[in-house]
């Protein structure tokens, strides 16, 4: 049997997001989808590891807060993420291009692109299988 459909409405995002409580209940929503994510990013403490996925592309929409976005470039010493051999992983990307994304604005990575972020923010990541 195919999975049921998942609709997510406006105003169910804009609830959830002004209480932090209320985000289990959108992460629940989507529970085992793979590729729609919402991610709460590191509240600004550090930086996150720079990455490249190899057979995936990352659709990130800011929907809450701002995330500094670094892209582009080329990744420092990298290495092999240990569970999935499409992932690479760095510390750092140098040569990269940084944006801000704050609320309502959208950020397409190709798969084979470095990226990085930091920030306060909420964003929703949807994976998009390379062909």
């Not at 990455?51 to 995330?67: A, N, Q, T, W, Y």
């Not at 801000?100 to 972020?117: K, N, R, Y």
Request: aromatic share 6%; net charge negative.
């Amino acid at each position: 049997m195919a999975e049921e459909c998942i609709l997510i409405r406006k105003k169910t995002v804009e609830e959830a997001l002004s209480s932090s409580a209320d985000l289990k209940y959108l992460k629940e929503l989507i529970k085992g989808q793979q590729i729609v994510l919402i991610a709460e990013d590191n509240l600004g403490k550090k930086l996150n590891k720079a990455e490249i996925h190899k057979k995936m592309s990352d659709f990130f929409i800011c929907l809450k807060g701002k995330v500094s976005f670094v892209y582009g470039g080329q990744l420092i010493n990298p290495w092999e993420k240990d569970e999935d051999k499409n992932e690479l992983r760095a510390d750092e990307i140098q040569g990269g291009k940084e944006e801000v994304l704050e609320a309502g604005d959208m950020l397409i990575v190709p798969a084979g692109q470095p990226h990085q972020h930091n920030g306060n923010a909420y964003l929703l990541v949807i994976k998009i299988p390379k062909d």
